[in-house]
């Protein structure tokens, strides 16, 4: 199992990027996805996450500005972020839960078994 984050990089606030997570050794819609975060001195945050059966839900802090999604056929999930704050400056990482011994919830890291490496988002002018 292997999960690839890419798309990363410098936007201004108020603007968009899309980051994508490729995944290898498993299918995308068997298993859960989640997307996190992480900033400097702050503990990681889950965002972002997409069932198997392809329903997405969101924290509050970017509801309404962040779309999860997923193409099967390039085995790939996407987080397409808008209006972007500084405030999400931030590591951000996919996750799936492939094993699932336990439940935490669904922006829980504790729930979830395999992680991406991360790629930074910088939101700055």
């Not at 309404?64 to 999930?77: E, H, L």
């Amino acid at each position: 199992v292997q999960l690839v984050e890419s798309g990363g990089g410098l936007v201004q606030p108020g603007g968009s990027l899309r980051l994508s997570c490729a995944a290898s050794g498993f299918s995308v819609d068997s298993y859960p996805i989640g997307w996190f975060r992480q900033a400097p001195g702050k503990e990681r945050e889950g965002v972002a996450s997409i069932t198997s059966v392809g329903i997405a839900s969101y924290a509050d802090s970017v509801k309404g500005r962040f779309v999860t999604s997923r193409d099967t056929a390039k085995n790939t999930v996407y987080l397409q972020m808008h209006s972007l704050k500084p405030e999400d400056t931030a590591v951000y990482y996919c996750a799936a839960i492939t094993v699932g011994s336990a439940w935490y919830g669904p922006f829980n890291g504790k729930s979830y078994d395999d992680w991406g490496q991360g790629t930074q988002v910088t939101v700055s002018s």
